[in-house]
């Protein structure tokens, strides 16, 4: 799925010659504190934008962009998965509902067996 919050960060990032530790070290100056690797991953469309309106807030700070139209497109692009959800039926919109609000908890390990089991059932 493309994600245009994504695409907008890597270009900015990109633009201004930042890798994504850089890009993290600065946020970390301004007591944010995200990983280089969900940093990445949101680049690339693999994790949602931050929830945090002022996470996004100083990513717009460090990467030059309008703060309006970063939160906007982050918005934007966690309603996409919001209403994606909607076309599920009822077990696998509570199921993923339920995952997304575990997530945090899970180990490392547990995150891989689902990983595991979800590629098993793609036939991967």
Not at 32 to 61: C, F, H, N
């Amino acid at each position: 799925m493309k994600r245009p919050f994504g695409d907008r960060i890597r270009l900015a990032r990109k633009n201004k010659r930042l890798s994504l530790e850089d890009v993290v070290k600065k946020l970390n100056d301004q007591h944010v504190s995200i990983s280089i690797s969900y940093l990445s991953q949101m680049e690339v469309g693999k994790r949602e934008p931050p929830s945090v309106e002022s996470i996004v807030v100083a990513l717009a700070t460090v990467l030059d962009i309008d703060s309006q139209e970063l939160v906007k497109l982050a918005r934007s692009d966690r309603d996409k998965i919001e209403l994606g959800l909607l076309n599920l039926g009822p077990k696998k919109r509570s199921m993923a509902i339920e995952l997304q609000r575990s997530w945090t908890q899970l180990s490392e390990d547990e995150a891989q067996q689902i990983e595991t089991i979800i590629r098993k059932l793609q036939g991967g």
